[in-house]
């Protein structure tokens, strides 16, 4: 599927600049364009939707399968837990009642946290393995996709590293907007390319991920993105583990091996720049829904 104009702000004005290759699937290479008005990357061309779910096909791809055994997955189960903790403070900070819709919630280890702290969820999960763990953890039936929720009134909705796998962002983001109560709040976890290690790394950068993530995000394309929809950024929150783990897997990228010292230097250095310039490795943007 090719794109001819920029999902974001619609212009045809689209330029190549760079290539990067699917290292956890099937070693291909695909292409990441860049809109020349607003900014926006995207992995164009990129796999007719009904393929996708081919590309996420390995016991490597953590949020679906918690089977992984290797160093770097260990690494990521230990942090995890240290962010469920901070996702359901942050999130009990910021609504007023507890129902909650987590979109994309993999194998159910958030959901059902927040589900044990007092919180009434939902999730939406399309891999079929993940959901069916998902459903094993909490004892709900999670939703395949956004469009079979049929609650709405969410105070608080989250896409954890999400938004940029779902194919139809206009879609998505309409989707979203409906399903949130009035005055509640979107939360939205993406990466962003202009932090330090993805100008180290370039088309070795973890977390371009092609062609599984569709989409390149900065603070500049998010925020137009949202705006759009009639929907305000208030404030941003920096995922500083990300840095050390997104190195550690662009490391393995590169040079075949995870170089661990030279990846907590790299991860450390992104994290004291973006002290400054606040372009972390990953982002969690705060959206609100007018009370309106």
């Given at each position: 599927m090719n794109l001819d104009r920029c999902p974001v702000?619609?212009?045809?004005?689209?330029?190549?600049?760079?290539?990067?290759?699917?290292?956890?699937?099937?070693?291909?290479?695909?292409?990441?364009?860049?809109?020349g008005e607003c900014g926006f990357r995207f992995t164009n061309p990129r796999?007719?939707?009904?393929?996708?779910?081919?590309?996420?096909?390995?016991?490597?791809y953590i949020s679906h399968s918690d089977e992984g055994t290797s160093l770097i997955n260990s690494l990521y189960k230990i942090s995890r837990g240290f962010a469920l903790r901070r996702k359901q403070k942050l999130?009990?900070?910021?609504s007023k009642t507890k129902k909650l819709l987590d979109v994309g919630c993999g194998t159910g280890h958030f959901i059902d946290y927040c589900q044990r702290h007092g919180w009434q969820v939902s999730g939406v999960e399309p891999n079929q393995i993940a959901r069916l763990q998902?459903?094993?953890?909490?004892?709900?039936?999670?939703?395949h996709n956004l469009s079979d929720v049929t609650a709405s009134g969410f105070g608080v909705i989250t896409l954890w590293h999400v938004l940029e796998h779902l194919p139809n962002l206009e879609q998505t983001m309409n989707q979203l907007k409906a399903l949130l109560a009035p005055g509640g709040v979107l939360i939205i976890a993406v990466p962003n390319f202009e932090a330090y290690e993805a100008t180290?790394?370039?088309?070795?950068?973890?977390?371009?991920?092609?062609?599984?993530?569709?989409?390149?995000?900065?603070?500049?394309?998010?925020?137009?993105?949202?705006?759009?929809?009639?929907?305000?950024?208030?404030?941003?929150?920096a995922m500083r583990l990300d840095s050390f783990y997104i190195s550690l897997l662009s490391n393995t990228n590169k040079y075949?091996?995870?170089?661990?010292?030279?990846?907590?230097?790299?991860?450390l250095l992104?994290?004291?720049?973006a002290l400054k310039s606040k372009n972390y490795s990953s982002l969690i943007y705060q959206i609100n829904k007018s009370e309106a």
């Open positions: 702000c619609n212009s045809h004005n689209i330029n190549h600049i760079i290539t990067a290759r699917d290292y956890l699937v099937t070693k291909e290479r695909f292409q990441i364009d860049s809109c796999p007719d939707d009904d393929k996708l779910a081919g590309y996420y096909d390995s016991k490597g999130i009990g900070r910021l998902a459903e094993d953890k909490t004892k709900i039936s999670i939703r180290v790394f370039k088309e070795y950068w973890a977390a371009y991920d092609v062609p599984r993530h569709l989409y390149h995000f900065n603070h500049a394309s998010l925020s137009r993105l949202t705006k759009n929809h009639g929907l305000k950024i208030v404030r941003t929150y075949s091996r995870s170089k661990y010292i030279n990846s907590f230097i790299t991860g992104s994290n004291i720049y």
